[in-house]
DNA sequence: CAAGATTGATTAATCAATCTTT
DNA sequence: AAAGATTGATTAATCAATCTTG
């Protein structure tokens, strides 16, 4: 990271990959990954339990992302598929136990790195970029 | 996308998404991406070819990313790899002539659709929010 | 040995095609 | 046929290991 003047496009996308970079590092502590921490989050923002294509909805990505992150946390014992009683073609990606509690460490690790980042600007200037970036991406 | 309440992070990350992918299907309209176009950029920039290790510098990322964008790049035909004469460890990147209208072309796009994306704030506004984007990011 | 580049593995996202069930 | 999920291919990035040259 050399330059250090970029236009508008640029400063949003650079500041962006070292925010993104940032949180990454300190959620690999616990194995977790930004990606893996949403789906974790929605699954327990809606009651354990979501049909894997609701899942991709929430997440606001494309239904093979979900398949294959869904694969991985099925691997890491935080999320299990089960079947779908009101709808054979459906699976119900499902929170575990394991999947709770790394929630919960997740959720801490991301809040304090997010208050540690932010700390860099008042709460007026973050109201302010709030509003700036909601304006950009609408 | 559902959400429309996201907090500090998240905001930053999803609308450098949002622009990301606006400014990503118009350039693929030319066959490039902003990957591609940065590195079209970094050599055009250095006088038409640089060591694939200065290009990684330089764009910011890791050595091996390089490798295999210069890979897709040569492929295109837009870059070729040369020896470099003052050390034989080192592989120059070379903006072919293809790789040079392609730049001229891609350049216009990124910059016309920058333009198109932030005539959603006033220049007062896009001051602002690169200040702060910088204020965070440093 | 260290420096430059490449290779192979993994994460993450996309799209197009496919398979199963409705 | 359409809906839900998966598979396979591709782009992009990372890291660890390797190969070549200094």
């Known amino acids: 990271m050399v330059d250090t003047e970029r236009t508008g496009l640029f ?5 962006s990959g070292v ?3 940032r949180v990454e ?5 616990v194995g977790l990954s930004i990606a893996k921490l949403a789906a974790l989050h929605v699954l327990a923002g809606a009651g354990e339990s979501l ?9 606001a990505c494309v239904k093979s ?8 946390l099925e691997a890491d014992g935080l999320v ?5 009683p009101n709808d054979r073609r ?3 990606a499902v929170l575990t136990a394991a999947g709770r509690k ?3 460490k997740g959720i801490e690790i991301q809040s304090q790195a997010e208050k540690e980042l932010f700390s860099a600007l008042s709460t007026e200037e973050s109201k302010k970029l709030h509003e700036l970036l909601a304006k950009l991406g609408r």
């Open 11 to 15: 400063a949003v996308l650079h500041t």
């Open 102 to 104: 790394a929630y919960t």
């Open 25 to 29: 590092s300190k959620l690999s502590d």
């Open 90 to 92: 459906s699976r119900l």
């Open 51 to 59: 049909p894997l294509g609701q899942l991709a909805e929430r997440l």
């Open 19 to 21: 925010l993104e970079t």
């Open 65 to 72: 992302n979900v398949t294959q992150l869904v694969d991985r």
């Open 80 to 84: 299990s598929r089960a079947a779908d």
